[in-house]
């Protein structure tokens, strides 16, 4: 099997710290979802993680995850799960999940 290619939402992830996270529940009835704001120097990106799962945070968090990935998996065909957040270095404080979409909060408010 050819391996996930990387996400279009962002370009090296791995590069950006997790300045701030959060998680809906959903329990109003909308659909759950993350909301994480990533940061690089000065540039701030805010994505936004529909329908997450088996979200993991590993110990060592919130200390920067130095591997982190975002993974298009649409190719697998895992029902309505198309997105794989990881670690390929298997970091301290490393957040993991599958999610069925991901957009970019700020591209969403500017249209």
């Not at 979200?55 to 799960?81: A, N, W």
């Amino acid at each position: 099997m050819d391996p996930d290619p990387p996400h279009p939402i962002i370009d090296r992830p791995h590069e950006f710290s997790i300045a701030d996270l959060r998680y809906h529940v959903g329990l109003d009835g909308t659909e759950p979802f993350i909301d994480m704001m990533l940061q690089r120097g000065s540039d701030l990106r805010r994505l936004r993680f529909f329908s997450p799962r088996q979200l993991v945070i590993d110990d060592g968090f919130p200390v920067p995850t130095s591997g982190m990935e975002i993974l298009d998996v649409s190719k697998r065909q895992l029902g309505d799960l198309r997105v794989r957040v990881g670690d390929f270095e298997a970091s301290h404080g490393a957040i993991t999940f599958w999610a069925r979409d991901v957009v970019d909060l700020d591209t969403l408010e500017a249209s």
